[in-house]
């Protein structure tokens, strides 16, 4: 019998450690077990913030009664072309005002497809084509 208890006992030591291994990876559930840190995004770049403080401050400047969104007459008089000719679409909730959050989600929807230019998607690989069978 005691063979049988240290046995157990060399078997349970050699467990613990993988034992406590996978529970600090495990997520947090409120069992006092941590999770693993996430990896911060990345930063925008230099030029990504001076972009976008330029549209922020174009966008301000064309917000003539100081509302926080756009009319058409504003967009129009601001010579803001894309906004301009597309305000009906990115004016989500159709209250007749495009404001900076409308505008950003419409050029996420339709990135690279400014300046003329459409968004191209991959093309579709061709089927293969059907062998030639010799006749007879």
């Known amino acids: 019998m005691n063979v049988l ?3 157990a006992l060399i078997a349970a030591t050699a467990l613990i450690p993988a ?4 529970q600090g990876a495990a997520p947090a559930t409120g069992t006092g077990a941590t999770a693993p840190a996430s990896t911060p995004a990345p930063a925008k770049s230099a030029k990504a913030t001076e972009r976008e ?3 922020a401050a174009r966008f301000a400047a064309a917000d003539k009664n100081g509302d926080g969104a756009l009319t058409q007459a ?3 008089a601001a010579g803001m072309k894309r906004v301009s000719k597309n305000f009906a679409a990115i004016d989500a909730n159709k209250d ?10 419409y050029k996420k929807a339709h990135k690279g497809e400014h300046h003329g ?4 998607a991959t093309p579709a690989p061709a089927a293969p084509a059907a062998p030639v069978t010799p006749a007879k």
């Open 96 to 105: 007749g005002k495009v404001t900076r959050e409308e505008y950003a989600a």
């Open 74 to 76: 504003e967009a129009d």
């Open 19 to 22: 034992f406590g291994f996978a």
């Open 5 to 7: 208890k240290s046995i």
């Open 53 to 55: 403080q330029k549209r």
């Open 117 to 120: 230019h459409k968004a191209t």
